[in-house]
């Protein structure tokens, strides 16, 4: 298990432990700057560095996997597939070299049931914008089981990102 996400299965996080993040993130005073920022930033904020989110395919083959078992089992095909993602940021502790405990952005991704996406190059805006799925009620062997849909499996950059 990776220590940087509270996970109780996998790589989803506990609704409870999401909301927080995003509370954080729209409540906490946080902006975001590039790793090469060099502005001041107004008073009563924080700045963190951050130039882009890293997603491993393990994470990804994971999510793929719970999506097509939500998806074919009755849950998908009686009421509405899984068929878009809402990406939400928000902001959670890790412990730094030294021991203690730092602010860092984080990637969430919430299932979305419903969603239509437009394909008119010139509107961006989803046909139908869907509605969250906050549980999956099958993990991905098919056992009934009821774990959050919200994942948060991003490795921020920096301090992750690959040297270049």
Same mark, same amino acid.
């Given at each position: 298990?990776?220590?940087?996400h509270d996970?109780?299965?996998?790589?989803?996080?506990?609704?409870?432990?999401?909301d927080?993040?995003?509370?954080?993130?729209?409540n906490?005073?946080?902006? #975001?700057?590039?790793?090469?920022?060099? @502005?001041?930033? $107004?008073?009563?904020?924080?700045?963190?560095?951050?130039?882009?989110?890293? #997603? !491993?395919v393990?994470? +990804?083959?994971? +999510?793929? /996997?719970?999506?097509?078992?939500y998806n #074919?089992?009755?849950? @998908?095909?009686?009421?509405?597939?899984? !068929?878009?993602?809402?990406?939400? #940021?928000?902001?959670k502790?890790?412990?730094?070299?030294?021991?203690? /405990?730092?602010?860092?952005?984080? +990637?969430?991704?919430? $299932? +979305?049931? @419903?969603?239509?996406?437009?394909?008119?190059?010139?509107? $961006?805006?989803?046909?139908?914008s869907?509605?969250?799925?906050?549980?999956?009620p099958?993990?991905i062997? @098919?056992?009934?089981v009821?774990?959050?849909?919200?994942?948060?499996?991003?490795?921020?950059?920096?301090?992750?990102?690959?040297?270049?």
């Open positions: 298990m990776n220590p940087l996970s109780t299965e996998h790589f989803c996080i506990a609704i409870p432990v999401a927080n993040r995003i509370y954080r993130w729209q906490d005073n946080y902006i #975001l700057v590039p790793k090469a920022f060099d @502005g001041s930033v $107004p008073p009563g904020y924080k700045a963190l560095e951050i130039d882009s989110f890293s #997603l !491993s393990e994470d +990804l083959l994971h +999510l793929t /996997q719970r999506i097509k078992t #074919l089992n009755e849950s @998908g095909t009686d009421n509405y597939p899984i !068929s878009g993602f809402s990406c939400r #940021l928000g902001i502790d890790y412990t730094n070299e030294n021991g203690e /405990q730092e602010p860092l952005p984080c +990637l969430l991704l919430e $299932p +979305l049931i @419903g969603f239509e996406r437009n394909d008119d190059p010139n509107d $961006p805006i989803a046909t139908n869907g509605e969250l799925l906050d549980r999956i099958d993990d062997d @098919g056992n009934q009821d774990y959050s849909a919200i994942y948060d499996f991003s490795y921020p950059c920096p301090p992750t990102c690959p040297k270049r």
